[in-house]
T-cell receptor
Framework: SAVISQKPSRDICQRGTSLTIQCQVD?????MFWYRQQPGQSLTLIAT?????????ESGFVIDKFPISRPNLTFSTLTVSNMSPEDSSIYLC??????????FGPGTRLLVL | GQQLNQSPQSMFIQEGEDVSMNCTSS?????WLWYKQEPGEGPVLLIA?????ELTSNGRLTAQFGITRKDSFLNISASIPSDVGIYFC????????????FGAGTQVVVTP
């Protein structure tokens, strides 16, 4: 399986600020995704991070709030913009690696005050 | 919105007992995945299922892809304390490659 790391692992932020989360994979992968897991909830897909082009967002998520970059096949960033307490969640990147199996990073735990 | 129904929501069992959980959907999935998440960690893949009727084991874990492609179950045999965690099913629709829909999770608590 691919080894996935995320930075930061956790952060506490003030409302109105923005945070950029990084996802690094140890090998080239075909697809990368960003998910959100709100407290005590399941995972919800935010967007597909497309290499070299704009991300594809799921219903309820927009680029202005969650801009995503994917400059190459091993790296992606997710920015949570103009944060509010409702954005407090775990943000996870995932990758599809060999056999179309999907693996998740350790997550970034965000608390917005 | 979420299309997967996962049950039970939680289970409190004694060490050595077997655990069974399942997911059902109104939609047909072409892939079922089962994950385990422990506090402070991301979901860890346990078993992946790709064909209707497929039965796959991973140690004490056994999962099956339902014949109708609308359901899947996960069994854990002879539970041990380290089985504690939240177990999620996830399904991939045929026209949404890589995009997973998750069940609500089953919280498993194992008492010695």
């Amino acid at each position: 399986s691919a080894v996935i790391s995320q930075k930061p692992s956790r952060d506490i932020c003030q409302r109105g600020t923005s945070l950029t989360i990084q996802c690094q994979v140890d090998s080239q992968v075909t697809m990368m995704f960003w998910y959100r897991q709100q407290p005590g909830q399941s995972l919800t897909l935010i967007a597909t991070a497309n290499q070299g082009s704009e991300a594809t967002y799921e219903s309820g998520f927009v680029i202005d709030k969650f801009p995503i970059s994917r400059p190459n096949l091993t790296f992606s960033t997710l920015t949570v913009s103009n944060m509010s307490p409702e954005d407090s969640s775990i943000y996870l990147c995932s990758v599809v690696y060999a056999q179309e199996t999907q693996y998740f990073g350790p997550g970034t735990r965000l608390l917005v005050l | 919105g979420q299309q997967l129904n996962q049950s039970p929501q939680s289970m409190f069992i004694q060490e050595g007992e077997d655990v069974s959980m399942n997911c059902t959907s109104s939609s047909i999935f072409n892939t079922w995945l089962w994950y385990k998440q422990e506090p402070g960690e991301g979901p860890v893949l346990l078993i992946a299922l790709y064909k209707a009727g497929e039965l796959t084991s991973n140690g004490r874990l056994t999962a099956q892809f339902g014949i109708t492609r609308k359901d899947s179950f996960l069994n854990i045999s002879a539970s041990i304390p380290s089985d504690v965690g939240i177990y999620f099913c996830a399904g991939q629709l045929g026209d949404s490659w890589g995009k997973l829909q998750f069940g609500a999770g089953t919280q498993v608590v194992v008492t010695p």
